[in-house]
């Protein structure tokens, strides 16, 4: 937990979506624990938001968020993003939505997800529901909010699919992915690295940011931050240090995305 919170300090974000986190009682200490030593090393007030599937499904998503800087309303769990179509169904994760005011101006629907994982043929068709599913959520959060803005972040887990004939790369599944989505007026923003994942020495990019594409506040030429072990030039991890960091922190590198704190719209 200590050095989770050092690195959550380390990154001085506004919002943090998070996936991956359990709400067992030990798990619910922990988390306090974290936003503790989270706020007492960065001198922030950070909290804390989960889906409110409890214990039908083993692993949430979540937002977590300064309250010294950032004012939030309006939580939602997203059952579309479950490809089942039910928020908690099957063991899959639903989304987690919140509208987020920043001192600047800035606003916008932010959505934390976790996609179905593995590289096999159920895996990747889940997924591709999850991802058909994006165009309908942003509409309706943002008819809700009468506001375009609107950010999705989280593991995607766009890993391929190794079974499929021909088999599919990581690489063409970020591409469909792409294709799909820019149909819509979305748009999946680059990386500025080869990967977010850490695995067996090789890099997988299985997280990232999509964004409405009528948002102002986002650059069109910005590309999301790897940072940390994954990021551009980053020396390499040893087989030892890889494997403590794997299974003492996360497999998984943080991606970073910088807006302007300024309202835009109309």
């Known amino acids: 937990m200590k050095w989770l919170a050092c690195a959550l300090s380390w990154l001085d974000a506004d919002v943090v979506a998070v996936q991956e986190v359990k709400q067992s009682p030990a798990a619910e200490s922990a988390l306090a624990t974290l936003l503790g030593e989270l706020n007492r090393l960065s001198g922030a007030r950070y909290t804390a938001r989960f889906d409110d599937c409890g214990s039908r499904v083993p692993q949430h998503v979540g937002l ?21 179509g039910e928020a908690c ?9 919140g509208r987020f005011r920043l001192p600047g101006g800035l606003d916008l629907e932010a959505v934390s997800a976790h996609f179905k994982s593995m590289a096999d043929q159920r895996g990747f068709a889940l997924r591709g529901g999850s991802f058909a599913a994006i165009p309908g959520v942003a509409r309706a959060l943002a008819a ?27 690489v063409d599944e970020v591409a469909a992915a792409e294709r799909l989505l820019s149909q819509a007026g979305l748009r999946l923003v680059p990386a500025d690295a080869a990967g977010s ?19 102002r506040e986002l650059a069109p030429a910005t590309r999301t ?3 940390g072990a994954c990021a551009a030039g980053a020396t390499a991890l040893s087989g030892r240090a890889a494997k403590r960091l794997r299974s003492e ?14 309202d835009f719209d109309p």
């Not at 169904?89 to 939505?97: D, I, N, Q, V």
């Not at 994942?197 to 948002?215: N, P, R």
């Not at 922190?249 to 300024?262: A, E, G, N, R």
């Open 64 to 84: 977590l968020w300064n309250e010294a800087r950032v004012a939030a309303s309006h939580f939602e769990t997203v059952a579309a993003l479950n490809p089942h």
């Open 89 to 97: 169904a099957s063991e899959l994760r639903p989304g987690l939505a």
């Open 144 to 170: 809700n909010a009468q506001d375009p803005d609107f950010l999705l972040l989280g593991d995607l887990n766009t890993m391929g699919c190794d079974e499929c004939s021909p088999k599919i790369s990581a």
């Open 197 to 215: 994942e850490l695995y067996a020495g090789h890099l997988t990019l299985l997280d990232h940011a999509v964004v409405s594409t009528a948002m």
């Open 225 to 227: 931050h790897v940072a």
């Open 249 to 262: 922190l996360s497999d998984h590198c943080p991606i970073v995305l910088d807006l302007s704190d300024h």
